[in-house]
């Protein structure tokens, strides 16, 4: 079974830092496209950062600039560093992952992440 483990949310003041990380098991991860997705009270569900099996990344538009996607294959593991953080930032982060052949979608349990002072 496909499992996503989100780790590394937490409470930090505007402007500063976070370092999200996303462990995968039961999948190819050097072949799944994976990314990032946050959706914060009230909110549609939001794109934040995909990277690709060939490490072709896509930013949302709100986050172009601050926030870095990367990925470690040997570790299964996914990152997203969140630099310049503000308030709308705030939101529940979800790892998310993309099969190759079948396109089947999987979604970690998610993260707080809560931007305030």
């Known amino acids: 079974q496909v499992q996503l483990v989100e780790s590394g949310g937490g409470l930090v003041q505007p402007g500063g830092s976070l370092r999200l990380s996303c462990v995968a098991s039961?999948?190819?991860?050097?072949?799944?496209?994976m990314g990032w997705y946050r959706r914060a009270p009230g909110n549609q569900r939001e794109l934040v950062a995909t990277?690709?099996?060939?490490?072709?990344?896509k930013y949302g538009d709100s986050v172009k600039g601050r926030f870095s996607i990367s990925r470690d294959n040997p570790k299964n593991t996914m990152y997203l560093q969140m630099n310049n953080l503000k308030p709308e930032d705030t939101a529940v982060y979800y790892c998310?992952?993309?099969?190759?052949?079948?396109?089947?979608?999987?979604w970690g349990q998610g993260t707080q992440v809560t931007v305030s002072t």
């Open positions: 998310w992952t993309r099969g190759p052949v079948s396109r089947r979608e999987n």
């Open positions: 990277i690709s099996r060939g490490d072709n990344t």
């Open positions: 039961g999948i190819s991860f050097s072949i799944y496209d």
